[in-house]
C-alpha cells in the first residue's frame, strides 16, 4: 500500500495516482473534456459582495477517470473549490480549482486484496473503499465489520455457552481466542478494532487513522491468504517429491 496516494482531494493540475478499481494499474487519468463544474447559490450571491475574490468560490464538480491500461471509465462527483498560487516565473496569481471527490463508481482499491480471500469479505472492503472519500466513520466501522468477517472464515467461534446460557462473543474477545493461532496478527487485527470502534464512538478519525487501519488489515490479509499459501504449496512440494513425510526425509539424509 502507498500511503502517500490517498490524499482525498487534488489540484486541477496535479497528475491522479489513483489505481484503476478494474486492472489495479496505476492509470487513472482524468478525461478533462468530461468535467464539469457548479457553483453553489451561496457562491454565486457571493459575487456582489464588496471585496469578492475568486478564492470565494465553491462548488460542485463531475467527471470521468479513464484507465489508460483496460480503458475502465470511473465516474466521480465531488465539490471543488477555488486556490489562489502565486506563480514566480510569470509574477502573477493564478486561480485553481482543488477538487474533493466524494463518490467513486467504481472507487479505486487502496489495500490490494487477496485472489483467494472470501467473497463476502471483499465485497465489505470495497464498500469502505466508496466511504472513505466520503465519511471516514462509516468507512471505520465497515473495516471493522471485515475483520469480524475474517474471524468467522478463519474459524474462530461468535457465541460462548456459561452459566447454561449462549452469548455472544464481542470482536475484542474473538481476537483474544484467534492470539492463540497467531499473536502478531491478532496484534494487527486488535489495532484494527481500535480505529473501527473510534468509527462508531466519535468524529476523532482522521484520514491517517484510516490508511494505518487499511495498512494492517492489507498486512493480516497477506500473511494468511497469499504467504500461508505460498508456504503450503513448498510444504506439499517437499513430501511429494519425496513421496514421505519430511520427518522421513530428515532420517534419509542424516544417514
Ligand atoms: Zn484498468
Redesign the pocket.
Same mark, same amino acid.
Do not use: L, V
Given at each position: 500500500m502507498n500511503r502517500h496516494i490517498w490524499q482525498r482531494d487534488f489540484l486541477e493540475n496535479q497528475t491522479i495516482k489513483w489505481p *484503476?478499481p478494474? !486492472?489495479h494499474?496505476a492509470?487513472l487519468i482524468l478525461e478533462k473534456r468530461t468535467l464539469n463544474t457548479g457553483e453553489t447559490s451561496q457562491s454565486l450571491n457571493e459575487h456582489r459582495e464588496a471585496g469578492w475574490e475568486p478564492g470565494w468560490i465553491e462548488g460542485r464538480f463531475t467527471c470521468f477517470l479513464k *484507465?489508460h491500461? !483496460?480503458l475502465?471509465d470511473v465516474a466521480v462527483a465531488g465539490r471543488y473549490s477555488v486556490e489562489e498560487w502565486g506563480n514566480d516565473e510569470l509574477r502573477q496569481v493564478e486561480h485553481m480549482h482543488r477538487f474533493e471527490p466524494l463518490f467513486f463508481m467504481q472507487a479505486p482499491p487502496i489495500i490490494q486484496l487477496p485472489k483467494k480471500l472470501p467473497l463476502d469479505i471483499q465485497k465489505e472492503i470495497e464498500a469502505s473503499f466508496q466511504l472513505y472519500w466520503v465519511d471516514l466513520a462509516s468507512c471505520a466501522n465497515r473495516i471493522r465489520s471485515s475483520v469480524e468477517m475474517l474471524l468467522t472464515d478463519l474459524g474462530v467461534k461468535r457465541t460462548i455457552v456459561s452459566n447454561r446460557r449462549r452469548r455472544d462473543l464481542n470482536l475484542h474477545n474473538r481476537i483474544e481466542i484467534f492470539r492463540d493461532v497467531n499473536s502478531m496478527l491478532a496484534d494487527a487485527l486488535l489495532a484494527v478494532k481500535w480505529i473501527g470502534n473510534a468509527g462508531s464512538h466519535s468524529n476523532a478519525l482522521d484520514e491517517k487513522d484510516i490508511l494505518d487501519g487499511y495498512e494492517m488489515l492489507e498486512y493480516v490479509l497477506e500473511e494468511l491468504f497469499d504467504q500461508r499459501s505460498k508456504r503450503m504449496a513448498n510444504l506439499a512440494r517437499q513430501i511429494n517429491k519425496a513421496k514421505k513425510p519430511r520427518s522421513a526425509i530428515r532420517i534419509l539424509r542424516s544417514r
Open positions: *484503476c478494474a !486492472c494499474a492509470k *484507465c491500461e !483496460c475502465e
